[in-house]
């Protein structure tokens, strides 16, 4: 199998990479994970991992230093630079340094494995097949199942805190998906089996349980509040509302003001 080491300050980042692609569909598994350049580099020539996922501007020691540092005693090493840097300065520096892939976060699921697919090409290119691992992989595919359930869970709860954290902005699907790293169709199938709901069902839900909250302020009108949760219109904001709650939001208020 290939050796993966992920190299980025941002654990999440990290948490994602590591839970949210199967590697083992491409061969790969992963050895090794760092948090500073200079960690990265240290655990690069002990693990000696075929494929690096990194961050350009980290502490102690950038990405891109990172790799010039282990170029000559690592030339087969396939790198993917991940990076919320959009400077080209950095991109044009990280192609005269070799790097198979330079993506922008957040990254799409296809575009990380249109990554991963082109490296582990480049590998069979050039003859390296990758470690005998059969005890890794028996056990890989053994906890399969728990993995996948894991990985689906942790893609989830990120998805969950990303609409509570947004409710209030003009949030769709496709935005979400990119912030969890998985494709829209992914995210919408884990979303319907952990949560039973749809995406809108899912945001409809958030808003209206922060709208609720709102009624309860007597000087702040309906339409206000339809607005502040992020709605688009009234109607639509009354419709949703009486759908979920069985009353109107002006009844919701005067129950709970007892009115």
């Not at 993966?4 to 590697?23: F, N, Q, Y």
């Not at 010039?68 to 340094?97: H, M, W």
């Not at 249109?114 to 056990?139: F, H, V, Y």
């Amino acid at each position: 199998m290939y050796k993966v080491m992920l190299v980025d300050d941002e654990p999440i980042i990290v948490e994602g990479l590591s839970r949210s692609i199967a590697w083992e569909k491409w061969n790969c598994r992963i050895v090794a994970t760092a948090h500073d350049g200079l960690e990265g580099k240290n655990l690069i020539e002990k693990e000696q991992p075929d494929i690096v996922f990194m961050d350009i501007c980290m502490p102690e020691m950038d990405g891109l230093a990172m790799i010039a540092a282990i170029n000559s005693q690592f030339p087969n090493l396939e790198v993917c630079v991940l990076t919320g840097y959009r400077d080209f300065e950095y991109a044009k520096e990280a192609i005269r340094l070799g790097v198979t892939r330079f993506l922008l976060k957040p990254s799409n699921m296809d575009e990380l494995e249109e990554a991963i697919g082109t490296m582990c090409a480049n590998l069979k290119k050039k003859g390296i097949t990758g470690e005998e691992d059969s005890e890794a992989a028996l056990e890989e595919n053994e906890s399969g199942a728990k993995k996948e359930s894991a990985s689906s869970s942790f893609i989830v709860k990120n998805a969950l805190a990303y609409i509570e954290e947004n409710y209030t902005q003009k949030l769709t699907l496709g935005e979400v998906a990119e912030k969890t790293y998985v494709s829209q169709w992914h995210l919408s199938k884990l979303l319907n089996r952990h949560m039973e709901q749809s995406f809108s069902d899912i945001l409809n839900h958030v808003r209206i349980e922060h709208a609720k909250e709102l009624l309860k302020d007597p000087s702040l009108r309906i339409g206000d509040i339809s607005e502040q949760v992020g709605f688009l219109d009234l109607a639509h904001f009354s419709r949703v509302f009486k759908k979920q709650e069985g009353v109107s939001a002006n009844e919701y208020r005067n129950q709970v003001l007892g009115k």
